[in-house]
């Protein structure tokens, strides 16, 4: 099969690799689209350390089953599918309560970190444990559904703390994952969300989202603009999807007190926090690591248009093409947003 291999630090190209083997209980998909990931541009360079070469990276994936193991039962090859990035045992203590995002023994997808290396879905073909894989109906075209792993990463964030429908939201960060936060937001029937970022594009976009206000840092006091809006009160609720430790503090100091941040954005291993203000104002401080389960309720979002991924979608494009766009992107290339590989 052709695949897309990271053989060095900023160095792709496509090669000729061994069409995966599937053990009993796994599935061969013939992947038809894959969204490079942020993660996948900091994996690019190296700075994450959790792409070590050689590595085929992707995660974001779509596709139809080719094949399937002897023990798969409920699949069949021709079905169009979508599987989740992690890859948890099933097995382990949270596995069993159903946190399968905190599995002991979890891999993902395109990842490749000293302890283990598992190919991911730059490549025509990729394996998959059938635990992990879910249907997709014929009316959801393969390029959105490629995003069902990014959505479910922010239904998970607003699960963590559904806000009540008067509540004000802020979301700092509006990239792709914080314009999808939005969107469930609003399907979840908050009706106040201010959306926080330095891009006059992404705010923009975000407004179009489902933004009720839009706050930029360089033009505005974040904090006092949030307490203005509030009766001098400051938000109920703040969701940071960035990972800087300007932005973590942007999203405490914006809440009034006895609110709820949930971190997401991880960019940053180490941030500042004001301890004494988490205190002294009673705060509650949620962490927010991928999906657990949400996968089927994403696909019904996207199936139903409710959270509508077209506008993130900048470009289509072939695996031939695929290393340059890395390049681009890499390099900043701020007309991208996500870009869809189709192997």
């Known amino acids: 099969m052709r695949a897309l291999l990271l053989s060095e630090y900023k160095q792709l ?57 002897r023990g798969v039962q409920g699949v069949e090859p021709g079905d169009r599918v979508s599987f989740d990035s992690t890859v948890s045992c099933g097995t382990c203590h949270f596995c069993r309560r159903g946190q399968i995002n905190l599995c002991d023994n979890r891999t993902v997808l395109g990842v490749s970190c000293g302890d283990y290396r598992r190919h991911g879905a730059f490549a025509e073909y990729v394996a998959v444990p059938s635990r992990i894989l879910y249907k997709l109906p014929d009316s959801l075209p393969f390029e959105r559904a490629a995003l069902i792993e990014s959505v479910s990463i922010a239904v998970h964030a607003v699960s963590r703390h559904v806000p009540k429908p008067g509540d004000t939201v802020v979301v700092v960060g509006a990239g792709m994952i914080g314009l999808l936060v939005i969107q469930v937001l609003k399907a ?9 970022d330095v891009d006059p594009r992404k705010l923009a976009l975000a407004q179009r989202m489902g933004a009720t206000r839009t706050l930029n840092p360089k033009e505005n006091d974040v904090q006092a603009a949030v307490r203005e809006v509030t009766g001098g009160r400051g938000a109920d609720v703040s969701i940071e999807v960035v990972g800087h430790g300007d932005t973590v503090l942007s999203a405490i100091r ?71 766009l890395f390049a681009r992107l890499h390099g900043g290339d701020k007309s991208l947003m996500k870009v869809i590989i189709q192997p």
Not at 23 to 51: P, Q
Not at 260 to 283: A, I, K
Not at 284 to 297: D, Q, R, T, Y
């Open 13 to 69: 190209s496509v090669v000729d690799m061994p069409t995966p083997e599937i053990g009993d209980e796994d599935v061969l998909v013939r992947v038809r689209a894959c969204g490079i990931c942020g993660s996948d541009i900091h994996g690019y360079d190296g700075s994450t350390g959790r792409r070590i070469p050689p590595l085929v990276m992707g995660h974001e994936a779509a596709g139809v089953v080719e094949r399937v193991g």
């Open 188 to 196: 979840k029937g908050a009706q106040h969300v201010i959306a926080v």
């Open 254 to 324: 914006s809440l009034r007190k006895g609110g709820t941040v949930v971190l997401v954005g991880n960019l940053s291993p180490n941030v500042e926090l004001p301890l004494q203000e988490v205190v002294s104002r009673e705060l509650s401080v949620l962490g927010s690591c991928a999906s657990s389960g949400e996968i089927p309720e994403c696909i019904d979002l996207l199936a139903r248009g409710v959270v509508d991924v077209d506008p993130i979608i900048s470009l289509k494009a072939s695996l031939d093409q695929a290393p340059e």
